[in-house]
C-alpha cells in the first residue's frame, strides 16, 4: 500500500512521464504512462491529474517531453516547439496559476541554450527542479502550518490538497500530516465535493490510507457540523491567490469560509507561492466551467431531467476578509494580505 506521506503523484522517468490517474481512485491504483506532450495534456484537461502544485508539475512535464523528443535541429525550430506544448498545457485547465508559471520558468530555461541538446537538458532539468521544489515547499507548508493546530483539533477541508494534488506530502494535508508527524492527534472532516468527489474519492482516501482520522460527510452537511461545534478550524488549498488576498479554491469553499466567519473558526490557506498571481485583478480570474454531465449524470446514470439548465462552475473565489491566514513555504501571511502578501513574495 501507498504511504501519501512519501508517495509521489507525477515522475519524469528517461524520456517519460508517468502519473497516477486520479479518475481510477480509490477502486484502482494505475498509473498512465505519457510520451507525447498531448497526453499530458489530455490528462490534465480529463483530471487523471489535477491540483494546481500536481498540473504545474504536468505542465512543466509537457514542455520536458516536447524538448526530449524533438526533431528540431536548430534552436528557433526547438524553441518553436516547446512554447506549443507550453501553450497547450497553460491552456488545459484555466483556473489555477501554477501551469503558466511552470511553462514559463521551463521556457526561460531553454532560452538560456546555445545549442539543442543544451536546451534540452536545461529543460527537462528544470522540469525535475520545479518538481523536487514543490515536494520541499509542501514539507514547509507543513511545518509552518502545523504551529497552527492543537492536539486534539478537528480540521475541516475541501476538495484534496493532498499529496495527490500535489507532487507529494500535500498543503492543507500537508499541514495536517505534519502536525501528525509532531505527535498531535488531529481529526479530519471533508465534505464529499461534488460534482468530482475530489474529497470522498482522494482525500478519504489518502488520510485514511495513512491511518489519520478522517470522517466523510455529505457537502450540504457543512453548516451542521459546525453548529454542533464539531469542527476547530478550517484548512484548505488554493489554485490561485491574488495579490489582495482573494482565494480561488473548490467549488464550496467560498461557503465554508462564510460558514467558518459565522460560526467563528479560523481558515486558512494553504498554498506554494508557485500559485500565487501578483499580476491579475481578482475580477479578471477565470472560473473553470465544466461539462454539465458532471451534475446531471453519477456513475453514467442520470439524476436529472434531460433539458434542464445546467451551471457546473468547478472553483470559487473567496475574500480576503473571511480568511485568518495564508499558510506558504516562505511562512504564515496574516491581514492587511495587499501589503503582506507583496512583502513574503518579494522578499529575497
Ligand atoms: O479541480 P481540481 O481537483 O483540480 O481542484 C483542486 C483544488 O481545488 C485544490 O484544493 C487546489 O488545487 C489546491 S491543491 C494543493
Known sequence: MLSFYTARTIRWEDGKVILIDQTKLPNKLTYITCTKPKEVVEAIKRMQIRGAPAIGAAAAYTVALAAYHTKANNLPDLLKEIEEAGKMAKNARPTAANPAWAVERTLSAAKKATSVEEAVKLVVKEAETIAEEDIEACRKIGKYGETLLKDGDTVLTQCNAGALA??????????????????????????????????????????????????????????????????????????????????????????????????????YAAAPTSSFDLKSKAEDVVIEERSPDEIVKIKGQRVAPKGVRVYNPVFDQTPPNLISAIITERGIIKPPYERTIKHTLTKP
Open 166 to 267: 500535489t507532487v507529494g506530502y500535500g498543503t492543507a494535508l500537508g499541514v495536517i500530516r505534519a502536525a501528525c508527524e509532531k505527535g498531535k492527534c488531529i481529526k479530519v472532516i471533508v465534505p464529499e465535493t461534488r460534482p468530482a468527489l475530489q474529497g470522498a474519492r482522494l482525500t478519504a482516501y489518502e488520510l485514511h490510507n495513512d491511518g489519520i482520522d478522517v470522517m466523510l460527510i455529505a457537502d450540504t452537511a457543512v453548516g451542521f457540523v459546525m453548529r454542533k461545534k464539531l469542527v476547530d478550524k478550517v484548512v484548505v488549498g488554493a489554485d490561485r491567490i491574488t495579490s489582495d488576498g482573494h482565494i480561488f479554491n473548490k467549488i464550496g469553499t467560498y461557503q465554508l469560509a462564510v460558514l467558518a466567519s459565522e460560526h467563528s473558526i479560523p481558515f
